[in-house]
């Protein structure tokens, strides 16, 4: 983790400067992602259209009477043929851990929070437009 996260504030910080602070991801991850994520950075829970500009679930699926299944094999759009994205792009490597690793690891992540932490609502995000 430290290679490329860094962990801790200020004079306490230690780690690489390559990828995001981890010090306060207990404040905004839940676990099942943080352990999906460590697992396998690159799996999607959904497959992202950039043509239609979101990502598409089950109810897409079903409405053309199909598996909700995405991957290399299975990578075109339900609704309108075009190419899916179905994996993530990110350059955090796959670890190769087992799950009890991951878990432990998430474990560890949700620890790391501000009691006291606030963030103003951001109603922005829910805007689709």
């Given at each position: 983790?430290r290679?490329?996260?860094s962990?801790?504030?200020?004079?306490?910080?230690?780690?690489?400067?390559f990828a995001?602070?981890?010090?306060?991801?207990?404040?905004?991850?839940?676990?099942?992602?943080?352990?999906?994520w460590?697992?396998n950075?690159?799996?999607?829970t959904?497959?992202?259209?950039?043509?239609?500009?979101?990502?598409?679930?089950?109810?897409?699926?079903?409405?053309?009477d199909?598996?909700?299944?995405?991957?290399?094999?299975h990578s075109?759009?339900?609704?309108?043929?075009?190419e899916?994205v179905?994996?993530?792009?990110?350059?955090?490597p796959?670890?190769r851990?087992?799950?009890?690793?991951?878990?432990?690891?998430?474990?560890f992540?949700?620890?790391q929070k501000?009691?006291?932490?606030?963030?103003?609502?951001?109603?922005?995000?829910d805007?689709?437009?």
């Open positions: 983790m290679a490329c996260h962990i801790g504030e200020g004079p306490n910080l230690v780690g690489g400067d995001a602070n981890l010090s306060r991801v207990g404040e905004k991850d839940n676990y099942d992602y943080l352990v999906r460590i697992l950075p690159r799996v999607r959904r497959p992202y259209s950039p043509y239609e500009k979101k990502d598409l679930g089950p109810e897409d699926y079903a409405k053309h199909l598996p909700f299944v995405f991957d290399q094999d075109r759009s339900p609704n309108d043929g075009h899916l179905v994996h993530q792009m990110t350059v955090m796959s670890l851990l087992t799950v009890d690793d991951a878990r432990d690891i998430a474990s992540l949700l620890t501000h009691a006291d932490a606030t963030y103003e609502p951001a109603d922005f995000m805007d689709r437009s």
